[in-house]
């Protein structure tokens, strides 16, 4: 055994067609631990990821309170410079010029699935950055998982920094009267 000739990174190399040492990963090759992300930047494929991607913190109520507190410091971090504290939508930089978002409490959030927001928060949407760099997948699923406790609270003008202890009886003086009920059962919202 003598000395074993090792090529150095940005080395030619004879033995590759390309002349190259440092060879691409095959084609479809994901790094280990990584979830499949098989999904281009596309509406559509938004959609199928809509369809075939589930938030895996939603299996318990513990890792979802986890998740929750975890997808808070995310948000505040992360979002709010835009989509504001409260999710509405006037966070300081959309204050200063930047294109103001949709609000996330209302609308089409409401309506996509977690999925449909993993591709949102990897791939990005118009002028929508993206966080793949910034957010491993298992972070962008804890953001999924707080935005979905600030849906369900409709809290817009309150951080909820509460996550356990008292309940909040949600404002028994705000019940809709029997009209309203009626209008808001034929469809109409109140
Ligand atoms: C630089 C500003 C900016 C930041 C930071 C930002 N967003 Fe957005 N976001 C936008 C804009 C602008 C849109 C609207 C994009 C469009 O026109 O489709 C948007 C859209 C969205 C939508 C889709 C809403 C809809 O109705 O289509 C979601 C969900 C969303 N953002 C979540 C987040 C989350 C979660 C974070 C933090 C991890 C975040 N965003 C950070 C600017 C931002």
């Not at 003598?2 to 590759?16: D, G, I, L, M, Q």
């Not at 067609?17 to 990584?34: E, F, K, S, Y």
């Not at 075939?52 to 505040?76: D, S, Y």
């Not at 966080?131 to 369900?152: G, N």
Request: glycine share 8%.
């Amino acid at each position: 055994m003598a000395f074993s000739p090792a090529y150095k990174t940005f080395e030619k190399n004879a033995n590759f067609p390309d002349g190259r040492t440092m060879q691409a990963p095959v084609t479809g090759t994901i790094a280990r631990d990584q979830p499949m992300f098989h999904f281009a930047a596309t509406p559509q494929d938004a959609i199928s990821a809509g369809e075939q991607l589930t938030n895996p913190f939603l299996l318990g109520a513990e890792e979802a309170a986890a998740a929750t507190k975890r997808g808070h410091m995310v948000f505040q971090t992360f979002c709010t410079p835009c989509h504001g504290g409260d999710g509405t939508g006037n966070g300081p930089i959309a204050q200063r010029g930047f294109p103001p978002p949709p609000s996330l409490m209302t609308g089409k959030s409401l309506e996509m699935k977690d999925g449909q927001l993993f591709h949102i928060l990897t791939l990005g949407q118009n002028s929508m950055p993206n966080f793949a760099a910034q957010l491993p997948p298992s972070r962008r699923w804890d953001v999924i998982t707080y935005l979905r406790k600030l849906q369900e609270k409709e809290q817009p003008t309150t951080a909820p920094a509460v996550e356990s202890g008292q309940e909040n009886t949600e404002s028994s003086d705000d019940e809709p009267s029997d009209a309203e009920t009626e209008s808001a059962e034929s469809g109409e919202k109140p």
